[in-house]
């Protein structure tokens, strides 16, 4: 951006002053009219549904299915209140989270061996977040070392790591993303069926995991508000609802669903993240509304990378903060800590 262009902040600040077409009633767009092979330009694109069907023509089929879809049902079920005749000209999405105040409530999620969706892999997935001015979390189970996604980043990284049997390996390698910059461990729960190699995580094991690590740990994979209740009590710094795209099972019960009554419970005591099927900024206000403080992306963030590479994952973020913007403001909300329950409807499925 030249010196006389707006800054992307001051944008999203004036933005609220423009009432745009609901989100709600729009359609899921589709690529017609290109000739074979033509792929649209990143700029043409308007949105995240529209960046997967590019993802889709550039892979093979069977890489495609790993990150296709995904369960969005739970969304349409939640329509918004709007609300009129508030000054919403200075729209901040900014959120605060261990000390560190963070651009707008989306966050990139920990997604595996990126280079099977992009050359480039985790790098350029850490290149476009930084240009969108957000976080990632990095998979422990990446396609490179920890220290090289380090040295490329130029935004903030949290680690991912799964339970394991060698609990020293566990604690050595979550230690040893902690000295390579990472300022957050994420300890994920439940995705993974246990074997002698992979065990049910215990508090125990989650104990042994933060002793000495020195920076915050949060659990991912809570699905209840008595596991949230008890990961507070054994001292957990922060939760993400999570179910893991129901890969274990199809019939799981989405993290929308559970969100409220975990929030009820810790959310004022830790912040709690969420992630699951978030396609829209809609979506991700809907999250906010029942008491998230971010929402963490997988799907929508390699459709990014696989499309367009960094560009592509810049572009999906930047594509949600300002449809985010567009909620917050047609409901009359003018920062993310005033977005609450008054601002959506729940109807019966």
């Known amino acids: 951006m030249n010196e006389n262009g707006l800054s992307r902040r001051r944008a999203l600040e004036g933005f609220g002053s423009i009432l745009a077409a609901s989100p709600l009633i729009a359609q899921e767009p589709t690529l017609i ?6 792929i649209t330009p990143r700029t043409d694109l308007a949105n995240v549904p529209e960046v997967e069907g590019v993802a889709q023509r550039k892979l093979a089929a069977h890489v495609y299915s790993m ?22 000209t200075g729209l901040d999405l900014s959120i605060e989270l261990f000390g560190e105040k963070i651009f707008a409530p989306i966050l990139v999620g920990p997604t595996s061996r990126q280079q099977t969706f ?7 997935m850490v290149r476009g977040a930084a240009e969108a ?29 799964f339970p394991e049997a060698d609990m020293n390996a566990l604690r050595s390698r979550a230690q040893h993303a902690v000295k390579a910059g990472c300022k957050a461990v994420c300890v994920t729960v439940g995705a993974r069926l246990p074997s002698a190699s992979n065990p049910h995580l215990s508090w125990n094991m989650i104990d042994q995991i933060r002793r000495g690590l020195g920076v915050p740990v949060v659990l991912k994979g809570i699905m209840t508000a008595e596991e949230a209740n008890e990961a507070v009590k054994r001292g957990i710094d922060g939760i993400v609802v999570s179910n893991y795209g129901g890969l274990l099972n199809k019939g799981l019960v989405s993290p929308m669903e559970m969100l409220p009554a975990i929030t009820d419970a810790v959310a004022q005591k830790v912040p709690v993240l969420i992630d699951g099927g978030f396609r829209r900024g809609s979506d991700i206000m809907k999250a906010l509304a029942f008491g998230a403080r971010a929402v963490l992306l997988g799907r929508p963030a390699l459709w990014g990378l696989a499309a367009y590479g960094a560009d592509g994952v810049q572009s999906v973020l930047e594509m949600l903060q300002t449809e985010l913007g567009r909620s917050a403001s047609q409901a009359g909300k003018a920062n993310v800590k005033a977005i609450d329950r008054s601002v959506v409807k729940v109807h019966q499925a």
């Open 33 to 38: 009219g290109e000739p074979p092979g033509r």
């Open 67 to 88: 990150i296709a879809g995904g369960d969005r049902s739970c969304f349409d079920r939640i329509t918004f209140r709007p609300r009129l005749m508030v000054n919403t």
């Open 118 to 124: 992009h050359p480039d892999g985790e790098l350029a």
């Open 133 to 161: 001015k957000t976080l990632v979390v990095v998979s422990s189970d990446s396609s490179y070392p920890i220290e090289k996604i380090a040295a490329e980043a130029k935004t903030t990284l949290w680690y991912q790591v």
